[in-house]
Nanobody
Framework: QVQLVESGGGLVQAGGSLRLSCAASGRTSSSYGMGWFRQAPGKEREFVAA????????RYADSVKGRFTISRDNAKNTVYMQMNSLKPEDTAVYYC????????????????????WGQGTQVTVSS
């Protein structure tokens, strides 16, 4: 089992920045890829970013590429997402998730690839 706790969400004006954190506990989290997803009101959950267990590969949704950066600190069992140049359309609940399989070379952009989820943190971007 693994527990994931997100933090860092909040209200920010368009053009501003936030850094989300996801603290993992339980199994050896450093062996697993991690992902960030988001869900806006009335919309399906969508992929945002993911990072491989070794930090050798990162992938991003086109909508956030160049603005968001995912990173991890395995010594702290924590994954981060730096979000810059935020837009109102980034408003959503953001969830972190832990990969279903260990040592996956390429992190999955699909929610089915993740076995554990945090409870989410709200990000609201005002115009």
């Amino acid at each position: 089992q693994v527990q994931l706790v997100e933090s860092g969400g909040g209200l920010v004006q368009a053009g501003g920045s936030l850094r989300l954190s996801c603290a993992a506990s339980g199994r050896t989290s450093s062996s697993y890829g991690m992902g960030w997803f988001r869900q806006a009101p009335g919309k399906e959950r969508e992929f945002v970013a993911a990072i491989s267990w070794s930090d050798g590969y990162r992938r991003y949704a086109d909508s956030v590429k160049g603005r968001f950066t995912i990173s991890r600190d395995n010594a702290k069992n924590t994954v981060y997402m730096q979000m810059n140049s935020l837009k109102p359309e980034d408003t959503a609940v953001y969830y972190c998730a832990a990969d279903r399989s260990s040592y996956r070379l390429l992190p999955s952009p699909l929610s089915q690839g993740y076995a554990y989820w945090g409870q989410g943190t709200q990000v609201t971007v005002s115009s």
